[in-house]
Each structure stands twice: as structure tokens, then as C-alpha cells.
């Protein structure tokens, strides 16, 4: 009995559930099919427009196809260049200098047209399916107006008097020497405000005076720099991408959930292949001293320096050096300071800089922020978590170092040494550092000069490229907007002490270069085979004398030496 109700009840089971499957047949079919639909609109109108952005297919044709999938445009097999076209003009009518101050807001094509397609795609705006059937109209340069970052600038100068020691002829034929002074004013272009998709910052400055000293046959001898010192960086918005979602509202996108959405879809293509760089090789550590290394992790996965992108080809600055730590792993400040910003900031994610004296040091993609602006911060104090925020292709630390305003490879302070065979002659790439110096708006910038500059220190068997590092260190690459930029190009490498008094003063370019490459030949001689190349030339200790004193003469040189060495390449 109990068999046969057992399979009564499984046949009744059965009948039951064959009938239950024909009533609810058609509505499955109808839930899956629209699950359907929904997948296949969704990798129309999202998916392949940016997997061919982002350059998932093999051939450019297919390329360009997917990205126009869905409109009723003609196919423009050259709208990544007109993008990418687009894209480079955010830095138009900026000096290097200018450029440098808003490295943070550089503007990434493949975002651009993402953006563009979005904007003048209904479907984007409409959670609608059957709104997709409307024609898609692109505007590449009307959408790149509407969204590309705006700057204000403001009028400085940075003032040097500098004691400087002049030989002088005394009574019969005595050497005799005496104090002077010189004063030099550069003028200089400062970031006030910068206004983009994400939010408006206004940068207030203060004017601070550094002074150095050193001994000379004069005695001794004082330098006071005094200039407008970057103070806090404060956005003006409460909430980041408050203008961004204006637009949004402007396209017709005024539903809150639906502006978070397409602004999480695009934060998607704000890459700058952070962290995909050359590396340090395995075994190096890094040697806490006047600097705290910034985090728990020494494994370098993007050093500083020049590096080419991998889809439009072109050399970038990579300003820092990136440091692959796990999301929330400490981040510490690398010396006392004041914090001058601590929130969001375009491709850097979250971002710390703080402000010690002549130095600024940066924390980049952070997870999260544990300081504020303005805040007093001590020297391996914890300041944040790292992260994987803004332009970041993985979990990192991206660290910087900027003295005087410019950028200085992180590891020299660190222990670990730039390896410089300046002794060994090179020939000067004229055409390259023709580009490179006339973006930094410098005197050098002329075959003319070049060709002296490769002439000598090919006499002498010296790189040139240390002899353009020099003049940066020195003269700042002589910019051309220093009120005495042609006098000072008749002597940027400063030999005899200086351009403007004594002998240095009555020098040509030509000149002044000869006796700059015989005096690093001359400086060389005798170094200690531990001893780093352009170190010796400033090592108090070098028997044969110093081509300059002063702490950062050394960094800054190397700096530039190993930056104008991969431009080379």
C-alpha cells in the first residue's frame, strides 16, 4: 500500500508540475527574453563602444566599427585621431612650467570620446530601450569644449641675491678678492585657479625667503631666494563632479542614480597606465635618511622617468615612482610638513601633498585619507591607506618629490644612485632637445647653440647631455622670459662663479661651454670608484675643488641628466 501511494503521488507530482510549466511557459519565456534583451542592448550601447576604445579588436576597421555599432552615423575610420587630436589640445598655450602645475588634471582622450558618445547617445540618458532607435549625432569639438579643464594664472617672480666671489688683480700682480652681490629676478607664471568636470580649485600662495650659505677666499658667502610657496589647494565644491553633473542635467540625464551611474562607467577609462613602467630590479631596499620611506612595500613597479604610452606612442614624464602595495596598506609622510591638499583630484585619486620648506612630497590613488589641509603632520606620522583610485591601473603607491618646483627622482634620497658614465662622449640628439627645450620657452632652444654645446664637450669626451642637465640646474635652462635671459645664455653653466660679474660675464656660449666640459674633466679626476659621478663634482672632499655646493646642485643635476639621457633614446 504504501509503494503504490508513493507512486500515485509521483505521478500526480509530475502531471501538477507539467501544468504549472505550460501556465507559466510563456511567462518565463518572456522574463528570459527580456533578460536577454536588456544584456544584448547593454553590450550595444555600453560594452563594444568600449572595448573598441580601449582597443580589444585585432584590426582598426573592427575597431571602428564596434565603436559606431548602433548609430546612424558614416563610419570615420580617423575619429581615435581626431580624439586623441582633441585630447592634446587641454594643454594648449601652456608653457612646461604651466603644464607641470596642472599635471593632476590631464586630459585622457579615450575618456573624451566615451564622453562624446554618451552625451549624444539617447540611450545613455534613457533607461528606455526603444529610445536607442534615435540617431546618434557626435561632436567631438563641441563636447571637448563643454568638458575640458579651464586654468587662471597669476604674475610672480622668483627673486635671488646671491654673494657672489670676484678675483680680482691687486698691486703688483697680487690676487686679490672681493664680495659681490647679484640680484636676479625670474619671473614666473602661478596656478590660481583650476576649473574642471570634477570640481574648482583655487591655490593660495605665500611669499617665503630660503637662505644658503657657503665659504669662500671672500669668506662667507649668502644666497636668499625669495618666492610665492604653493600654501593649500582647496576645492571649492563640496561634493566632487558638482560640474560634471551639470552637464549631465544640461544633456537631459537629471535623475541622481542615473548620473552615478554613467559618472562610475566613465571613471572606467581615466587610466594613465600608472604602475605599467619599467620596474627596479629585484634586491634593491630603500635607506630611510633625510626622507621616511612612505609605505610598508619596497617593490617598484614604475620608476621615474621618461616612458612611452602604449597606444599613442608619445614620451611622458612619469613624475614619481610607483610603489605595488595591496589597497589599505599604511601610507606614512615621508618628513615633517604641512599638509596644502588632501581630497580628490583627477587622475590622481585621492591625493595628499604636503609642503616641507623648499621640498613637496605626493601620495597618490589613495583608498583613503586620514589628514586635512593645513594640518601640521610629523615625519612618519600616518597620513592614509593606499589605493586604486583615478588614473590607476592596479593597487599602488604612486610617490613624488618636487624641490623648487621641479621634480626629482624619489629614490635619490632614498640610496639609490643614477648611473652616469659622463666621461663617455654621446652625440646630442639636436632635433629632440630642439622640441624639448622650446616647450620649456629657453634661450638654449637653437641649432646654433646646441651644435656649440655638442662641439666642446665632444672635445673633451664628456656627454653632453650633463652639460644641458647643468644649465638646468643652474639657469633653469634659461628661460626666456627672465629679463636678463640674453646675457645669462652667454653663460648659463655660471664658470667663474657667475654670468653677471668678473670674468664669467665677458664670456660667449661658446666659450662658457669649453670651460664647463674642461671643468667636469678636470672635477673627475681621482673619484672613488664608490663614489657616484655627478656627486664627486659637488663632493666637499674632491681635492680638485666643486663645480657647486648646496644639496639639492647634486639632486637636481642628476635629475635632469637622467631625464635628458632617456629623451635621447
Same mark, same amino acid.
Given at each position: 500500500?504504501?509503494?503504490?501511494?508513493?507512486?500515485?503521488?509521483?505521478?500526480?507530482?509530475?502531471?501538477?508540475?507539467?501544468?504549472?510549466?505550460?501556465?507559466?511557459?510563456?511567462?518565463?519565456?518572456?522574463?528570459?527574453?527580456?533578460?536577454?534583451?536588456?544584456?544584448?542592448?547593454?553590450?550595444?550601447?555600453?560594452?563594444?563602444?568600449?572595448?573598441?576604445?580601449?582597443?580589444?579588436?585585432?584590426?582598426?576597421?573592427?575597431?571602428?566599427?564596434?565603436?559606431?555599432?548602433?548609430?546612424?552615423?558614416?563610419?570615420?575610420?580617423?575619429?581615435?585621431?581626431?580624439?586623441?587630436?582633441?585630447?592634446?589640445?587641454?594643454?594648449?598655450?601652456?608653457?612646461?612650467?604651466?603644464?607641470?602645475?596642472?599635471?593632476?588634471?590631464?586630459?585622457?582622450?579615450?575618456?573624451?570620446?566615451?564622453?562624446?558618445?554618451?552625451?549624444?547617445?539617447?540611450?545613455?540618458?534613457?533607461?528606455?530601450?526603444?529610445?536607442?532607435?534615435?540617431?546618434?549625432?557626435?561632436?567631438?569639438?563641441?563636447?571637448?569644449?563643454?568638458?575640458?579643464?579651464?586654468?587662471?594664472?597669476?604674475?610672480?617672480?622668483?627673486?635671488?641675491?646671491?654673494?657672489?666671489?670676484?678675483?680680482?688683480?691687486?698691486?703688483?700682480?697680487? +690676487?686679490?678678492?672681493?664680495?659681490?652681490?647679484?640680484?636676479?629676478?625670474?619671473?614666473?607664471?602661478?596656478?590660481?585657479?583650476?576649473?574642471?568636470?570634477?570640481?574648482?580649485?583655487?591655490?593660495?600662495?605665500?611669499?617665503?625667503?630660503?637662505?644658503?650659505?657657503?665659504?669662500?677666499?671672500?669668506?662667507?658667502?649668502?644666497?636668499?631666494?625669495?618666492?610665492?610657496?604653493?600654501?593649500?589647494?582647496?576645492?571649492?565644491?563640496?561634493?566632487?563632479?558638482?560640474?560634471?553633473?551639470?552637464?549631465?542635467?544640461?544633456?537631459?540625464?537629471?535623475?541622481?542614480?542615473?548620473?552615478?551611474?554613467?559618472?562610475?562607467?566613465?571613471?572606467?577609462?581615466?587610466?594613465?597606465?600608472?604602475?605599467?613602467?619599467?620596474?627596479?630590479?629585484?634586491?634593491?631596499?630603500?635607506?630611510?635618511?633625510?626622507?621616511?620611506?612612505?609605505?610598508?612595500?619596497?617593490?617598484?613597479?614604475?620608476?621615474?622617468?621618461?616612458?612611452?604610452?602604449?597606444?599613442?606612442?608619445?614620451?611622458?614624464?612619469?613624475?614619481?615612482?610607483?610603489?605595488?602595495?595591496?589597497?589599505?596598506?599604511?601610507?606614512?609622510?615621508?618628513?615633517?610638513?604641512?599638509?596644502?591638499?588632501?581630497?580628490?583630484?583627477?587622475?590622481?585619486?585621492?591625493?595628499?601633498?604636503?609642503?616641507?620648506?623648499?621640498?613637496?612630497?605626493?601620495?597618490?590613488?589613495?583608498?583613503?585619507?586620514?589628514?586635512?589641509?593645513?594640518?601640521? +603632520?610629523?615625519?612618519?606620522?600616518?597620513?592614509?591607506?593606499?589605493?586604486?583610485?583615478?588614473?590607476?591601473?592596479?593597487?599602488?603607491?604612486?610617490?613624488?618629490?618636487?624641490?623648487?618646483?621641479?621634480?626629482?627622482?624619489?629614490?635619490? $634620497?632614498?640610496?639609490?644612485?643614477?648611473?652616469?658614465?659622463?666621461?663617455?662622449?654621446?652625440?646630442?640628439?639636436?632635433?629632440?632637445?630642439?622640441?624639448?627645450?622650446?616647450?620649456?620657452?629657453?634661450?638654449?632652444?637653437?641649432?646654433?647653440?646646441?651644435?656649440?654645446?655638442?662641439?666642446?664637450?665632444?672635445?673633451?669626451?664628456?656627454?653632453?647631455?650633463?652639460?644641458?642637465?647643468?644649465?638646468?640646474?643652474?639657469?633653469?635652462?634659461?628661460?626666456?622670459?627672465?629679463?636678463?635671459?640674453?646675457?645669462?645664455?652667454?653663460?648659463?653653466?655660471?664658470?667663474?662663479?657667475?654670468?653677471?660679474?668678473?670674468?664669467?660675464?665677458?664670456?660667449?656660449?661658446?666659450?662658457?661651454?669649453?670651460?664647463?666640459?674642461?671643468?667636469?674633466?678636470?672635477?673627475?679626476?681621482?673619484?672613488?670608484?664608490?663614489?657616484?659621478?655627478?656627486?664627486?663634482?659637488?663632493?666637499?672632499?674632491?681635492?680638485?675643488?666643486?663645480?657647486?655646493?648646496?644639496?639639492?646642485?647634486?639632486?637636481?643635476?642628476?635629475?635632469? $641628466?637622467?631625464?635628458?639621457?632617456?629623451?635621447?633614446?
Amino acid at each position: 500500500m504504501d509503494q503504490w501511494m508513493k507512486q500515485a503521488l509521483k505521478r500526480a507530482g509530475r502531471k501538477a508540475g507539467l501544468a504549472l510549466l505550460k501556465v507559466l511557459a510563456p511567462y518565463v519565456l518572456t522574463i528570459v527574453g527580456f533578460v536577454l534583451v536588456l544584456m544584448l542592448g547593454y553590450f550595444i550601447i555600453f560594452e563594444m563602444p568600449k572595448q573598441a576604445i580601449m582597443e580589444t579588436y585585432e584590426h582598426a576597421k573592427d575597431q571602428v566599427a564596434g565603436f559606431f555599432y548602433g548609430t546612424k552615423e558614416e563610419e570615420d575610420q580617423q575619429i581615435f585621431e581626431t580624439y586623441q587630436r582633441l585630447a592634446e589640445r587641454w594643454r594648449e598655450g601652456l608653457t612646461a612650467e604651466e603644464e607641470f602645475q596642472v599635471e593632476p588634471y590631464t586630459f585622457n582622450w579615450e575618456w573624451l570620446a566615451q564622453v562624446d558618445r554618451s552625451l549624444n547617445d539617447p540611450s545613455f540618458l534613457n533607461t528606455i530601450l526603444d529610445d536607442y532607435a534615435k540617431e546618434v549625432v557626435l561632436k567631438p569639438e563641441e563636447t571637448f569644449e563643454e568638458v575640458r579643464p579651464k586654468f587662471k594664472w597669476n604674475d610672480a617672480e622668483i627673486i635671488t641675491v646671491k654673494e657672489v666671489c670676484v678675483q680680482k688683480e691687486g698691486k703688483e700682480g697680487e +690676487v686679490e678678492y672681493a664680495k659681490s652681490t647679484v640680484t636676479e629676478w625670474q619671473p614666473v607664471r602661478l596656478l590660481q585657479q583650476a576649473r574642471t568636470i570634477q570640481n574648482e580649485y583655487n591655490y593660495t600662495y605665500t611669499s617665503e625667503t630660503l637662505t644658503e650659505t657657503v665659504s669662500s677666499p671672500c669668506g662667507t658667502l649668502t644666497t636668499k631666494v625669495t618666492q610665492d610657496k604653493l600654501q593649500q589647494i582647496k576645492p571649492m565644491h563640496k561634493e566632487d563632479w558638482e560640474p560634471l553633473r551639470e552637464i549631465l542635467i544640461a544633456h537631459g540625464a537629471k535623475r541622481f542614480e542615473d548620473q552615478d551611474f554613467l559618472l562610475e562607467y566613465w571613471l572606467s577609462y581615466l587610466s594613465d597606465y600608472d604602475g605599467e613602467g619599467s620596474g627596479l630590479n629585484e634586491g634593491w631596499t630603500p635607506l630611510s635618511g633625510d626622507l621616511i620611506w612612505p609605505t610598508k612595500g619596497d617593490r617598484i613597479t614604475s620608476s621615474f622617468g621618461y616612458r612611452i604610452h602604449p597606444i599613442t606612442g608619445k614620451k611622458t614624464l612619469h613624475a614619481g615612482v610607483d610603489v605595488g602595495v595591496p589597497i589599505g596598506t599604511p601610507v606614512y609622510a615621508a618628513k615633517a610638513g604641512k599638509v596644502i591638499f588632501a581630497d580628490y583630484m583627477g587622475k590622481a585619486g585621492n591625493a595628499i601633498m604636503i609642503q616641507h620648506e623648499d621640498m613637496e612630497t605626493r601620495y597618490y590613488h589613495l583608498s583613503k585619507i586620514k589628514v586635512e589641509a593645513g594640518q601640521e +603632520v610629523q615625519a612618519g606620522e600616518e597620513i592614509a591607506e593606499s589605493g586604486n583610485t583615478g588614473g590607476s591601473t592596479g593597487p599602488h603607491l604612486h610617490f613624488e618629490v618636487r624641490v623648487n618646483g621641479n621634480t626629482v627622482n624619489p629614490l635619490l $634620497y632614498f640610496g639609490y644612485t643614477v648611473t652616469a658614465d659622463i666621461l663617455t662622449y654621446r652625440p646630442l640628439n639636436i632635433s629632440v632637445m630642439l622640441e624639448w627645450l622650446s616647450k620649456r620657452n629657453s634661450m638654449l632652444a637653437t641649432k646654433e647653440i646646441l651644435t656649440m654645446i655638442d662641439d666642446a664637450a665632444k672635445a673633451q669626451g664628456v656627454d653632453p647631455y650633463l652639460l644641458i642637465a647643468i644649465t638646468g640646474a643652474e639657469q633653469g635652462f634659461v628661460p626666456k622670459t627672465n629679463k636678463y635671459a640674453n646675457q645669462i645664455v652667454k653663460n648659463p653653466w655660471n664658470v667663474f662663479g657667475s654670468w653677471k660679474e668678473g670674468k664669467g660675464s665677458t664670456l660667449t656660449t661658446k666659450e662658457a661651454a669649453e670651460i664647463a666640459a674642461k671643468t667636469i674633466v678636470k672635477l673627475s679626476k681621482g673619484k672613488p670608484a664608490t663614489v657616484n659621478s655627478i656627486a664627486w663634482l659637488s663632493d666637499p672632499v674632491n681635492p680638485s675643488g666643486v663645480y657647486a655646493e648646496g644639496g639639492d646642485w647634486v639632486g637636481n643635476v642628476s635629475n635632469f $641628466y637622467q631625464m635628458l639621457s632617456e629623451l635621447r633614446d
